[in-house]
Structure formats: C-alpha cells, structure tokens
Nanobody
Framework: QIQVVESGGGLVQPGGSLRLACAASGDTFSNYVLAWFRQVPGKEREFAAAISGTGLTTYYGDFVKGRFTISRDNNKNTMYLQMNSLKPEDTAVYYC???????????????WGQGTQVTVSS
C-alpha cells in the first residue's frame, strides 16, 4: 500500500496557474496509477486526471480541455498536476488517489490523501 499527501493548493486569480504535488510513501511508487479528483460540497468526487505507473499513459476529465497536465517523477515518488487558465468553477478540494489500475472512477482508488483546497477568485 501507499500513503499520499497533497500540497500546492491556494488562492489564485482567474486565468492564473497552480501546480499541485502528490508525494507518496510506502510501497514501490511506480507500481501505482495515480490520479487527481476534485470535490465541491454536495457533489460527487469528479475525475480530473490520471497517470499510469510508467507515466506513459494519461487520462483527463472532460472539463480539463487542455488546461491541466498530469506528470510524475518516479525518482522523487511525486506526482504533479499543472493547472493553467484556471476558472472560478475549478474551485474545489483536490485529492490525490492511488490504485493498481487506470480508471476514471473514484471507486477504483483505494489510497487517498486529505486533499488540498484550490480557490479561484478575483
């Protein structure tokens, strides 16, 4: 199993950028698919992006539309989400999650961090 911890959230103006990081510990990092989900109160957790253990395969949620890039550094046991052209509707708690298989459903992910708040506002 792995433990994951998110960082990098904060307040940013519309049109701005943020880079989230997810640091992992425990089992062999490259054995795990990692993903980002986001959630706002009263709504189900929404898929943002996922990346395979090798980093060669990535998936993105429909709302991303080329604005976000997921990546990972297996030497540093860290995964990233570069978010550009942020909109107020991107405001949410962003969660890092780990699983054995690449999937868009949050139900497939067993390992979760505590989340990091991203607020997009002027």
């Amino acid at each position: 199993q792995i433990q994951v911890v998110e960082s990098g959230g904060g307040l940013v103006q519309p049109g701005g950028s943020l880079r989230l990081a997810c640091a992992a510990s425990g089992d062999t990092f490259s054995n795990y698919v990692l993903a980002w989900f986001r959630q706002v109160p009263g709504k189900e957790r929404e898929f943002a992006a996922a990346i395979s253990g090798t980093g060669l395969t990535t998936y993105y949620g429909d709302f991303v539309k080329g604005r976000f890039t997921i990546s990972r550094d297996n030497n540093k046991n860290t995964m990233y989400l570069q978010m550009n052209s942020l909109k107020p509707e991107d405001t949410a708690v962003y969660y890092c999650a780990g699983a054995r298989n690449l999937d868009r459903s949050y139900r497939a992910y067993k390992y979760w961090g505590q989340g990091t708040q991203v607020t997009v506002s002027s």
